[in-house]
Nanobody, 125 residues
């Protein structure tokens, strides 16, 4: 059974930082693309950052570009999202996704075969 387990969420003040981690288990860690989506309160899910081709290609939402950095450690089967200069509008549930089957760029969450249960990020002003 493939599992994606997120961790690292929490509550911070605006301007603070968090580092999300997603550990993949139950499958050979050779996904073409992995990444992060988020769902702000009362809104739909949106792509945040995607990493493909072993880190050779990265896509970021315009709202996080320059503040968030996605990376992966194949030896640990883990993908990370370093979030700096956090803003209240970054609040939401963050989901790890893996194994893209269609689409390009950030795409849709449904473009991926697997996703985690989510981790909550709350940024207060």
């Amino acid at each position: 059974e493939v599992q994606l387990v997120e961790s690292g969420g929490g509550s911070v003040q605006a301007g603070g930082s968090l580092r999300l981690s997603c550990v993949v288990s139950g499958y050979t860690y050779n996904y073409n693309c992995m990444g992060w989506f988020r769902q702000p309160p009362g809104k739909g899910r949106e792509g945040v950052a995607i990493i493909c081709s072993g880190g050779g290609t990265k896509h970021y939402a315009g709202s996080v570009s320059g503040r968030f950095t996605i990376s992966q450690d194949n030896a640990k089967s883990t993908v990370y999202l370093q979030m700096n200069s956090l803003k209240p509008e970054d609040t939401g549930t963050y989901y790890c996704v893996a194994d893209r089957t269609r689409g390009y760029g950030l795409g849709q969450m449904s473009d991926f075969n697997y996703w985690g249960q989510g981790t909550q990020v709350t940024v207060s002003s």
